[in-house]
T-cell receptor, first 112, second 109 residues
Framework: DAGVTQTPRHEVAEKGQTIILKCEPV?????LFWYRQTKIQGLELLSY????????DGGAFKDRFKAEMLNSSFSTLKIQPTEPKDSAVYLC??????????FGEGSKLTVL | GDKVKQSPSALSLQEGTNSALRCNFS?????VQWFLQNPRGSLINLFY???GTKENGRLKSAFDSKESYSTLHIRDAQLEDSGTYFC???????????FGQGTKLSIKP
């Protein structure tokens, strides 16, 4: 079985650029999560979808961060415009709906 | 303060020894998950617990919701056990999963 797939694994962007990160959840999973991981803040929830409906939009991340689920097997996270403080690892996770999370390998973003 | 506090923050062990990692909660935790973040960056789900215990090979985990803590025991540590271990608890009041800051475990030959 394929796990959660994230692309790209690494992304380098100039300040002000738009970047799009992609995620394919485990087949059959209804819940999809986007997290940001930094050494200082740890893991922070950005967005949460249940059956393609946005359940949580991450509060403080609303203004420049937009997550979408185009269909049940594909999600994107757009950051527009990027800032150096957005440099982090962005992790996607999916779940059957019981709360048990399965993570992808993450996309490491560096904003110069 | 930290709602999910992990200890120790870092630990170095000799191969073949045993260890215990701990998570204390200041929330009403309903479920607990333990993850290992490997060098590639993926968080591998080790355990998903309601109050009680689970065992998988050399790993054993317990969750006591009344005393608000969870433990992860590693028996006969191997080099491939190295990485950062995270616990995450579901907060009954907020319905959210809250992660601890992690325990970095280094296993030495």
């Amino acid at each position: 079985d394929a796990g959660v797939t994230q692309t790209p694994r690494h992304e380098v962007a100039e300040k002000g650029q738009t970047i799009i990160l992609k995620c394919e959840p485990v087949s059959g999973h209804n819940d999809l999560f986007w997290y940001r991981q930094t050494k200082i803040q740890g893991l922070e929830l950005l967005s949460y979808f249940r059956s393609k409906s946005l359940m949580e939009d991450g509060g403080a991340f609303k203004d420049r961060f937009k997550a979408e689920m185009l269909n049940s097997s594909f999600s994107t996270l757009k950051i527009q415009p990027t800032e150096p403080k957005d440099s982090a690892v962005y992790l996607c996770a999916s779940s059957l709906g019981d709360g048990q999370l399965y993570f992808g390998e993450g996309s490491k973003l560096t904003v110069l | 303060g930290d709602k999910v506090k992990q200890s120790p923050s870092a630990l170095s062990l000799q191969e073949g020894t045993n260890s215990a990692l701990r998570c204390n909660f200041s929330i009403a935790a309903t479920t607990v998950q333990w993850f290992l973040q490997n060098p590639r960056g993926s968080l591998i789900n080790l355990f998903y617990l309601v109050p009680g215990t689970k065992e998988n090979g050399r790993l054993k985990s317990a969750f006591d919701s009344k005393e608000s803590y969870s433990t992860l025991h590693i028996r006969d540590a191997q080099l491939e056990d190295s990485g950062t271990y995270f616990c995450a608890a579901e907060d009954y009041n907020q319905g959210k999963l809250i992660f601890g800051q992690g325990t970095k475990l280094s296993i030495k030959p």
